[in-house]
Nanobody, 123 residues
């Protein structure tokens, strides 16, 4: 059974940084793409960033351009999200997702999801 486990969330002041990690286990295959989504209180879940096995990344430019960086370690089936210059509007539950084939922004095409990790940006 495939399992995605996020870590690294917490409380940080505006302008601070956090590194989120998501480790996948339980599968004998490698995911083609892994991604981060987030959901703020009272809002729909939104796409943050995705990366495929070749390292090609796509970002939600309007929300995280120049501040967040996604990366992955294929050997470990782990994806990371380095978040810098955090803003209060980045406060959300951050979810890791993975898909066996394809690459894209649509959450409906992701096969596996983690439970989420809370990120709170506040002074």
């Amino acid at each position: 059974q495939v399992k995605l486990v996020e870590s690294g969330g917490g409380l940080v002041r505006p302008g601070g940084a956090l590194l989120l990690s998501c480790a996948a286990s339980g599968g004998t295959f490698s995911f083609n793409a892994m991604a981060w989504f987030r959901q703020a209180p009272g809002k729909e879940r939104e796409f943050v960033a995705t990366i495929n096995w070749k390292g090609l990344s796509i970002y939600n430019a309007a929300s995280v351009k120049g501040r967040f960086t996604i990366s992955r370690d294929n050997a470990k089936n782990t994806v990371y999200l380095q978040m810098n210059s955090l803003k209060p509007e980045d406060t959300a539950i951050y979810y890791c997702a993975a898909r066996r084939a394809g690459h894209g922004l649509n959450e409906d095409n992701y096969d596996y999801w983690g439970q989420g990790t809370q990120v709170t940006v506040s002074s």
